[in-house]
């Protein structure tokens, strides 16, 4: 187990400098920050700074080499971007208020996603079924933002108007320390909730396929013939299968949203790191984007790293050797 | 060997299935007695009912199928009891063996720990190591090398013979006075298969069960069962003693069971002869007698009218065609009945 | 440099994979800011009658309550340092606005008006150089108590030029865009004089835009070097220290991500009382401004109606109106300021090359039905219906003159058209296309920033309409503000048009719609039609325009100066001064837009051209209800 902890990890390492290098150049040569400068009446003195801070007077795989350096040393430049603030205590700040959400909606996720599955599994064509299949396609199908947009204007407005008050904040992040529980409540749960839909609709989904597929297996046919309680059939010998290949999905989801949900993010004004990358991106902010990027990338193959080790737990036919 | 009072009496069961294109109608009319203690073998092909009619005694069936009939397991009507009383029996009174024994046990739980679980579902006095040195003997029992050690693996790790045998335990863990095995060999290696109806056999000695066992291999059925119950779209075609079915079945559709199925004893030129078409529809099962149009000996009279199942002479003897008493004699030479 | 120079010119980057992220962002709607600048002169303060608004009073308000003002704004400024031409986003000017002042501030009008200073005097030197003398006002005061003196500009000017090599004309360590666009490098440095309130220096030639200088005046009892100034300035905070205030506001708290917040400055000496723009003579009536950085428009406007903003200001937004303009809750206002949009012409296309066919086009255009379907609905009569006319005067300036019109251009005058189009070799072909013998059918291609919904309309709307006049319109937008990277400011297209064709591609694109944003004084705009200006585009080189465009910022007086940018603009907007001339078709000025809550708000005071400005420019004006 340990060596194939530690084999997984050392083999992410090239995917990584692949990932990075590949993303590094992308960044490079499709947005240069001197471009801006030049449709501004500039002096050289400023294309120099900027040549100097991303040594734009180098080659590519150079400055990739210089970026590389420092970022392994822990060092991922100021983000002029962000008036010149340290990139890595940028994107972990952020980090933490993505977290704010993303930890949250995932557990909810996760439970909304796996009762919603086994129920319309087990109770296949049933209306709850059609109910849910339903929410399903109407989570996929509706964009984030309209969904987003249209909770604020249920709840910011038209609340207001039938009810006179407003239980939820449209926009904004806001803390315990700062504003009390109660207003911490109510601000996280509209981005939360809009999160959670568009997630459930889709988890919820393959939790029904994973479920089908087991309740009609040969293992659940003979729990039943052993005489165990329905309840006992369906939760501990199906689901405990039924819940294997979600979480791979459960590591991708949780990586996402750990990852930033870009669209809720700009919708609540949610200083998270989604918008932390549109920033660096829009602003063509090189180092930003990178530890944003380094950041998600890390976050995806820890994930799935847990992910792979989850499967051993729950799946006794996988050796990790 | 068989007493007087019927452990399981089935009476013109009837399953039906709603579908798309109709109502299949699976079983139809089947009538079953067994006794305690001995072992009836339900053969046919695919499609004849024998495995719906096991699923229907053990309340297995989903709840969309229409159950019409009796199934009386000691005087009792199980298609009227509750689910919780229904629940008592399963695995407990009525155990069940299943065909694929690479899918029949839960991947994720050790084969132990589902024998224990089938236990103490039952007896939940029993304390856990209580039944745990419960399931080693039972693994002991069916031939599990080293069932201490065993008793903590998965199911993949062991073979489908293993697998099997250990399906075998968990079914007679509680004693059952009837254990239905479904096709339990049909999914194994031909030389497993001998070893696993020789552990089914101790395992029935052990318990004093009454076995059915349901194959569509005649073959198979010929040093284990005590009666055998031929069963056709759906119907009972033939039933009797083994010996009877073998030397003197009375039915066109047995002999053709018999014809088509290899034996070590087969000269090598001997081509099988399988039994030409396909089962009958269970939508629209044909005219008169289901087996007409597969049948050598058809006549006008099958299809003007379905067959009744019919006692013969010796009043031990039932078989479902016009013509059974007309049928020539099998070949007494050959006991399969391959006539020459 | 003055406080014009706010280029808003984001060039956005898709990148890569990353790119798909930047699009799921949902509604690309969002604009993209663009623009560069241009102009507007110096209106002498002295010359406008205060009285023309409401009178100032004394009483305005009880300075008081506790709540802020709740401004919801789509951008979040990289830093504050404005100067440093990587960071300066409009936003980060319009927060400044509300701290620092300048000797001059901006008016609705976009001219020059007094802020910190009581009096000037420019007057030429026996030598033929030029003298420039400037009191403060005696009673103002930064934040921390200290006297706001004449030493204060002196100390900015210092910072600005320290490190700067005048034999070479550059280096330079205070982070700079060019000091030399600026007008800096023309003041003698061993001209200067203090005294008191007062200050002196002298230029060489006279430099109209001289009223923008020393916009904003640095608090350099803080501030003592170039090196300080570049430190504090981003995040507003020297060593821990928050910088002190000249204006209404002082800098509090910025939560990145999140919000901004300013607090009163109760011990603002009030405003000029020669601004006329302003009613409140004291100090700020609200107890501060709360910028929340909102980068959705619609949750924006979410944010007004759910009541957490007080104020919300955009880019015209058809839904902005209806949703709001409906509800008696919010007032919604707009100011036309000096962004104007237009269509570039790329001279060196195959076609436009021949200023026959650029006047064709001209000609052809009706600019009319943009106005009706996207402006008057909004904007009534704030702008004249038949659009923009000028370069260097907007609409709403005095000394705006409509050459387009006067020329009969941008009215579908047919007849016209088809009389250029003929001169230049082209005839209707079977398509009902002008089309040359050599060059094919007149067929160009027309981009801008895509997802912008009202540029994106107005091609539309332009395309029909030059359709009928045998001009066939393709359009070629590129999402966002990427456009400018890729079509007419990707380095192959300025290099075609900086080097006349020889160099670079000049095939990326025929014809261009975007926006320029201005300021009170014009020649900030000279370099989009520069000879090998890389600010221009369009490829127009003349060197009698440029001579004339030095002559127009030296000339003395605004009357005279008035006409110059005048002239200058008819270079470039018809054939009547160089018949070679006319490479930009003016459509409309793009008014700023923004509304406010009635119910949080008493008054407003948003208004002087928040395109420049900012909507709290005049925070000091804003009346809380209590």
Same mark, same amino acid.
């Given at each position: 187990m340990f060596a194939y902890v530690v084999r997984r990890v050392l083999t992410t390492i090239p995917l990584l400098l692949i990932g990075t290098f590949l993303v590094f150049t992308l960044t490079a040569i499709s947005g240069d920050p001197l471009a801006r400068l030049a449709q501004l009446d500039v002096d050289q003195a400023a294309y120099d700074r900027l040549i100097d801070l991303y040594n734009l007077d180098q080659p590519i795989p150079q400055r990739y080499v210089s970026w590389l350096t420092s970022a392994v040393q822990g060092d991922m430049g100021p983000s002029p971007s962000q008036g010149g603030q340290q990139t890595f205590d940028l994107v972990l700040g952020r980090a933490l208020n993505t977290a704010r959400l993303a930890i949250p909606a995932f557990f909810i996720i996760a439970i909304t996603a796996v009762t919603l599955g086994v129920y319309s599994a087990v109770k296949q064509y049933s209306k709850l079924d059609y109910f849910v299949t339903g929410f399903s396609f109407l989570g996929i199908s509706l964009p984030t933002f309209v969904f987003g947009l249209l909770l604020q204007v249920i709840f910011g407005i038209w609340w207001f108007d039938w009810f006179g008050a407003r239980p939820f904040f449209v926009q904004g992040m806001r803390t315990v320390a700062q504003h009390g529980w109660l207003d911490m409540v109510r601000a996280h749960v509209l981005p939360i909730i809009t999160l959670w839909l568009v997630i459930t609709a889709s988890e919820s989904r393959f939790q029904r396929a994973a479920m089908l597929e087991v309740i009609n297996s040969d293992y659940i046919r003979t729990a039943r013939a052993k005489g165990l309680p329905r309840r006992t059939v369906i939760l501990k010998h199906g689901l405990r299968n039924a819940l294997i290949p979600l979480v791979t999905i459960w590591a991708i989801d949780f990586a996402l949203l750990l990852g930033g949900a870009v669209v809720t993010e700009t919708i609540f004004a949610w200083p998270g790191l989604g918008r932390l990358l549109l920033a660096g991106i829009f602003q063509q902010d090189l180092n930003l984007t990178m530890g944003v990027v380094v950041f998600i990338a890390a976050l995806v193959v820890v994930f799935n790293l847990i992910a792979d080790l989850l499967y051993g737990v729950l799946d006794p036919r996988i050796r990790y050797d | 060997m068989t007493s007087t009072t019927p452990l399981l009496d089935i009476r013109d069961l009837t399953v039906s299935f709603k579908t798309d294109d109709g109502l299949v109608r699976a079983v139809n009319g089947v009538d079953l007695q067994m006794f305690p203690g001995e072992t009836l073998a339900v053969v046919g092909e695919s499609g004849s009912g024998k495995s719906v009619s096991a699923m229907a005694v053990m309340g297995l069936l989903p709840s969309y199928t229409q159950i019409e009939g009796s199934v009386e397991f000691e005087g009792t009507d199980l298609l009227k009891l509750s689910t919780r009383a229904m629940r008592k029996l399963q695995g407990n009174e009525i155990a069940m063996i299943f065909q694929d024994p690479m899918t029949a046990l839960n991947p994720v739980f050790t084969v132990g720990n589902q024998i224990i679980e089938g236990i103490r579902i039952h007896h939940p006095q029993i304390s856990k190591q209580a039944a745990r040195e419960r399931t080693i003997e039972l693994l002991a029992l069916v031939g599990i090398p080293e069932p201490r050690q065993r008793v903590d693996n998965y199911p993949h790790e062991f073979s489908g013979g293993m697998r099997q045998r250990a399906m075998i335990a968990l079914a007679i863990a509680n004693e059952p006075k009837l254990l239905i095995a479904d096709e339990p060999t049909t999914a194994l290696d031909v030389t497993i298969q001998a070893q696993v109806l020789e552990v089914m056999r101790t395992a029935q000695e052990a318990t004093g069960a009454a076995m059915m066992l349901i194959t569509h291999d005649l073959g198979l059925v010929a040093g284990v069962a005590d009666r055998v119950q031929v069963m056709y779209g759906g119907r009972v075609f033939e039933m009797s003693d083994t010996d009877t079915i073998f030397y003197r079945s009375r039915n066109p559709y047995t002999r053709g069971l018999m014809t088509s199925v290899p034996t070590a004893a087969a000269r090598t030129d001997d081509r099988l002869s399988p039994i030409p078409g396909a089962p009958p529809s269970a939508i629209n099962p044909p005219r008169g007698c289901v087996f007409r149009p597969r049948c050598q000996h058809a006549e006008d009279a099958c299809y003007e009218e379905p067959p009744l199942l019919a006692l013969d002479a010796t009043g031990r003897h039932l078989s479902r065609c016009h013509f059974a008493e007309e049928l020539p004699e099998l070949g007494a030479q050959d006991e399969l009945g391959r006539s020459a | 440099m003055a406080k014009d120079k706010r280029y808003a010119w984001r060039l956005m980057a898709a990148i890569g994979a990353l790119a798909l992220i930047a699009t799921a962002c949902g509604d690309g709607a969002e604009d993209p800011v663009d623009d560069a600048e241009e102009t507007e002169d110096v209106a002498d303060p002295g010359d406008d009658d205060p009285a023309d608004d409401e009178p100032r009073a $004394?009483? !305005? +308000? /009880?300075?008081? %309550?506790e709540t802020p003002i709740v401004w919801a704004h789509e951008q979040e400024p990289p830093d504050l340092h404005l100067d440093d031409p990587n960071n300066n986003l409009s936003i980060a000017s319009w927060i400044r606005q509300a701290m620092l002042e300048g000797p001059y501030g901006v008016s609705s009008e976009t001219t020059f008006i007094p802020e910190l200073v009581e009096s000037e005097d420019v007057s030429e030197n026996d030598d033929g150089s030029w003298q420039y003398t400037f009191t403060l006002r005696d009673d103002v005061v930064w934040s921390d108590g200290t006297p706001i003196t004449a030493a204060d500009v002196q100390g900015t000017y210092e910072i600005i030029m320290e490190g700067f090599d005048f034999e070479t004309g550059e280096g330079g360590t205070y982070l700079f865009g060019s000091r030399a666009a600026a007008g800096y490098t023309l003041i003698d440095p061993d001209s200067w004089e203090v005294d008191g309130q007062t200050y002196s220096f002298s230029t060489q030639e006279f430099f109209s835009g001289y009223q923008g200088w020393f916009d904003p005046v640095f608090p350099t009892h803080i501030l003592t070097d170039a090196d300080t100034a570049n430190e504090a300035f981003p995040n507003w905070e020297l060593d821990g220290e928050i910088l002190p205030s000249s204006g209404p506001m002082i800098f509090e708290n910025w939560d990145r991500g999140v919000s901004m917040t300013l607090t009163r400055n109760d011990d603002y000496h009030g405003a000029n009382e020669a601004n006329f723009d302003v009613r409140n003579p004291g100090a700020a009536c609200t107890s501060g401004v709360q910028i929340n950085f909102v980068a959705d428009t619609d949750a924006q406007i979410n944010a007004l109606l759910a009541g957490e903003a007080d104020l919300i200001m955009t880019q015209p937004q058809v839904a902005f109106g209806e949703r709001i303009a409906t509800d008696d809750n919010f007032t919604v206002a707009s100011e036309a300021g000096p962004v104007w949009e237009h269509w570039g012409l790329n001279t060196n296309n195959v076609h436009l090359s021949d200023p026959d066919v650029r006047e064709g086009l001209a000609f052809a255009l009706d600019k009319r039905p943009v106005m009706q379907a996207l402006y008057t609905p909004l904007f009534g009569d704030l702008l004249p219906d038949v659009g923009l006319g000028n370069v260097y005067w907007?609409?709403?300036?005095?000394?705006? /003159?409509d050459h387009q019109a006067e020329a009969g251009y941008g009215v579908g005058d047919s007849d016209a058209a088809a009389a250029s189009f003929e001169a230049a070799g082209y005839s209707l072909n079977g398509d009902g296309v002008w089309e040359h013998?050599? &060059?094919?059918?007149?067929t160009l291609r027309v981009g801008t920033t895509g997802g912008n919904q009202l540029r994106e309309l107005q091609i539309q709307i332009m395309q029909e309409q030059l359709r009928e006049q045998g001009v066939d319109i393709e359009i070629d937008n590129v999402p966002g503000a990427a456009y400018f990277g890729e079509r007419p400011f990707s380095p192959e297209a300025i290099a075609c048009a900086t080097s006349g064709g020889e /160099? %670079?591609? +000049?095939?990326?694109?025929d014809l261009t719609q975007f926006a320029w944003v201005g300021g009170p004084w014009p020649g900030a705009g000279h370099n989009a039609f520069l000879?090998?200006?890389? &600010?221009? =585009? !369009?490829?127009y080189a003349n060197p009698e325009f440029d001579a004339k465009a030095d002559e127009c910022d030296a000339t003395v007086d605004p009357d005279e100066r008035a006409a110059c940018y005048n002239e200058l603009s008819q270079y470039v907007t018809?054939?009547?001064? $160089? =018949? $070679?001339?006319?490479?930009v078709l003016p459509i409309t000025q793009k008014p700023s837009f923004f509304a406010f809550s009635n119910v949080r708000l008493l008054e407003g005071a948003v208004a002087p051209d928040a395109n420049a400005a900012g909507p709290i420019v005049h925070v000091v004006d804003y009346l809380p209800a209590s």
């Amino acid at each position: 187990m340990f060596a194939y902890v530690v084999r997984r990890v050392l083999t992410t390492i090239p995917l990584l400098l692949i990932g990075t290098f590949l993303v590094f150049t992308l960044t490079a040569i499709s947005g240069d920050p001197l471009a801006r400068l030049a449709q501004l009446d500039v002096d050289q003195a400023a294309y120099d700074r900027l040549i100097d801070l991303y040594n734009l007077d180098q080659p590519i795989p150079q400055r990739y080499v210089s970026w590389l350096t420092s970022a392994v040393q822990g060092d991922m430049g100021p983000s002029p971007s962000q008036g010149g603030q340290q990139t890595f205590d940028l994107v972990l700040g952020r980090a933490l208020n993505t977290a704010r959400l993303a930890i949250p909606a995932f557990f909810i996720i996760a439970i909304t996603a796996v009762t919603l599955g086994v129920y319309s599994a087990v109770k296949q064509y049933s209306k709850l079924d059609y109910f849910v299949t339903g929410f399903s396609f109407l989570g996929i199908s509706l964009p984030t933002f309209v969904f987003g947009l249209l909770l604020q204007v249920i709840f910011g407005i038209w609340w207001f108007d039938w009810f006179g008050a407003r239980p939820f904040f449209v926009q904004g992040m806001r803390t315990v320390a700062q504003h009390g529980w109660l207003d911490m409540v109510r601000a996280h749960v509209l981005p939360i909730i809009t999160l959670w839909l568009v997630i459930t609709a889709s988890e919820s989904r393959f939790q029904r396929a994973a479920m089908l597929e087991v309740i009609n297996s040969d293992y659940i046919r003979t729990a039943r013939a052993k005489g165990l309680p329905r309840r006992t059939v369906i939760l501990k010998h199906g689901l405990r299968n039924a819940l294997i290949p979600l979480v791979t999905i459960w590591a991708i989801d949780f990586a996402l949203l750990l990852g930033g949900a870009v669209v809720t993010e700009t919708i609540f004004a949610w200083p998270g790191l989604g918008r932390l990358l549109l920033a660096g991106i829009f602003q063509q902010d090189l180092n930003l984007t990178m530890g944003v990027v380094v950041f998600i990338a890390a976050l995806v193959v820890v994930f799935n790293l847990i992910a792979d080790l989850l499967y051993g737990v729950l799946d006794p036919r996988i050796r990790y050797d | 060997m068989t007493s007087t009072t019927p452990l399981l009496d089935i009476r013109d069961l009837t399953v039906s299935f709603k579908t798309d294109d109709g109502l299949v109608r699976a079983v139809n009319g089947v009538d079953l007695q067994m006794f305690p203690g001995e072992t009836l073998a339900v053969v046919g092909e695919s499609g004849s009912g024998k495995s719906v009619s096991a699923m229907a005694v053990m309340g297995l069936l989903p709840s969309y199928t229409q159950i019409e009939g009796s199934v009386e397991f000691e005087g009792t009507d199980l298609l009227k009891l509750s689910t919780r009383a229904m629940r008592k029996l399963q695995g407990n009174e009525i155990a069940m063996i299943f065909q694929d024994p690479m899918t029949a046990l839960n991947p994720v739980f050790t084969v132990g720990n589902q024998i224990i679980e089938g236990i103490r579902i039952h007896h939940p006095q029993i304390s856990k190591q209580a039944a745990r040195e419960r399931t080693i003997e039972l693994l002991a029992l069916v031939g599990i090398p080293e069932p201490r050690q065993r008793v903590d693996n998965y199911p993949h790790e062991f073979s489908g013979g293993m697998r099997q045998r250990a399906m075998i335990a968990l079914a007679i863990a509680n004693e059952p006075k009837l254990l239905i095995a479904d096709e339990p060999t049909t999914a194994l290696d031909v030389t497993i298969q001998a070893q696993v109806l020789e552990v089914m056999r101790t395992a029935q000695e052990a318990t004093g069960a009454a076995m059915m066992l349901i194959t569509h291999d005649l073959g198979l059925v010929a040093g284990v069962a005590d009666r055998v119950q031929v069963m056709y779209g759906g119907r009972v075609f033939e039933m009797s003693d083994t010996d009877t079915i073998f030397y003197r079945s009375r039915n066109p559709y047995t002999r053709g069971l018999m014809t088509s199925v290899p034996t070590a004893a087969a000269r090598t030129d001997d081509r099988l002869s399988p039994i030409p078409g396909a089962p009958p529809s269970a939508i629209n099962p044909p005219r008169g007698c289901v087996f007409r149009p597969r049948c050598q000996h058809a006549e006008d009279a099958c299809y003007e009218e379905p067959p009744l199942l019919a006692l013969d002479a010796t009043g031990r003897h039932l078989s479902r065609c016009h013509f059974a008493e007309e049928l020539p004699e099998l070949g007494a030479q050959d006991e399969l009945g391959r006539s020459a | 440099m003055a406080k014009d120079k706010r280029y808003a010119w984001r060039l956005m980057a898709a990148i890569g994979a990353l790119a798909l992220i930047a699009t799921a962002c949902g509604d690309g709607a969002e604009d993209p800011v663009d623009d560069a600048e241009e102009t507007e002169d110096v209106a002498d303060p002295g010359d406008d009658d205060p009285a023309d608004d409401e009178p100032r009073a $004394d009483d !305005y +308000c /009880e300075p008081g %309550g506790e709540t802020p003002i709740v401004w919801a704004h789509e951008q979040e400024p990289p830093d504050l340092h404005l100067d440093d031409p990587n960071n300066n986003l409009s936003i980060a000017s319009w927060i400044r606005q509300a701290m620092l002042e300048g000797p001059y501030g901006v008016s609705s009008e976009t001219t020059f008006i007094p802020e910190l200073v009581e009096s000037e005097d420019v007057s030429e030197n026996d030598d033929g150089s030029w003298q420039y003398t400037f009191t403060l006002r005696d009673d103002v005061v930064w934040s921390d108590g200290t006297p706001i003196t004449a030493a204060d500009v002196q100390g900015t000017y210092e910072i600005i030029m320290e490190g700067f090599d005048f034999e070479t004309g550059e280096g330079g360590t205070y982070l700079f865009g060019s000091r030399a666009a600026a007008g800096y490098t023309l003041i003698d440095p061993d001209s200067w004089e203090v005294d008191g309130q007062t200050y002196s220096f002298s230029t060489q030639e006279f430099f109209s835009g001289y009223q923008g200088w020393f916009d904003p005046v640095f608090p350099t009892h803080i501030l003592t070097d170039a090196d300080t100034a570049n430190e504090a300035f981003p995040n507003w905070e020297l060593d821990g220290e928050i910088l002190p205030s000249s204006g209404p506001m002082i800098f509090e708290n910025w939560d990145r991500g999140v919000s901004m917040t300013l607090t009163r400055n109760d011990d603002y000496h009030g405003a000029n009382e020669a601004n006329f723009d302003v009613r409140n003579p004291g100090a700020a009536c609200t107890s501060g401004v709360q910028i929340n950085f909102v980068a959705d428009t619609d949750a924006q406007i979410n944010a007004l109606l759910a009541g957490e903003a007080d104020l919300i200001m955009t880019q015209p937004q058809v839904a902005f109106g209806e949703r709001i303009a409906t509800d008696d809750n919010f007032t919604v206002a707009s100011e036309a300021g000096p962004v104007w949009e237009h269509w570039g012409l790329n001279t060196n296309n195959v076609h436009l090359s021949d200023p026959d066919v650029r006047e064709g086009l001209a000609f052809a255009l009706d600019k009319r039905p943009v106005m009706q379907a996207l402006y008057t609905p909004l904007f009534g009569d704030l702008l004249p219906d038949v659009g923009l006319g000028n370069v260097y005067w907007m609409s709403n300036q005095p000394a705006y /003159e409509d050459h387009q019109a006067e020329a009969g251009y941008g009215v579908g005058d047919s007849d016209a058209a088809a009389a250029s189009f003929e001169a230049a070799g082209y005839s209707l072909n079977g398509d009902g296309v002008w089309e040359h013998p050599d &060059n094919g059918p007149l067929t160009l291609r027309v981009g801008t920033t895509g997802g912008n919904q009202l540029r994106e309309l107005q091609i539309q709307i332009m395309q029909e309409q030059l359709r009928e006049q045998g001009v066939d319109i393709e359009i070629d937008n590129v999402p966002g503000a990427a456009y400018f990277g890729e079509r007419p400011f990707s380095p192959e297209a300025i290099a075609c048009a900086t080097s006349g064709g020889e /160099e %670079g591609d +000049c095939t990326i694109w025929d014809l261009t719609q975007f926006a320029w944003v201005g300021g009170p004084w014009p020649g900030a705009g000279h370099n989009a039609f520069l000879s090998g200006s890389g &600010n221009n =585009p !369009y490829g127009y080189a003349n060197p009698e325009f440029d001579a004339k465009a030095d002559e127009c910022d030296a000339t003395v007086d605004p009357d005279e100066r008035a006409a110059c940018y005048n002239e200058l603009s008819q270079y470039v907007t018809t054939r009547n001064i $160089d =018949p $070679d001339g006319l490479v930009v078709l003016p459509i409309t000025q793009k008014p700023s837009f923004f509304a406010f809550s009635n119910v949080r708000l008493l008054e407003g005071a948003v208004a002087p051209d928040a395109n420049a400005a900012g909507p709290i420019v005049h925070v000091v004006d804003y009346l809380p209800a209590s």
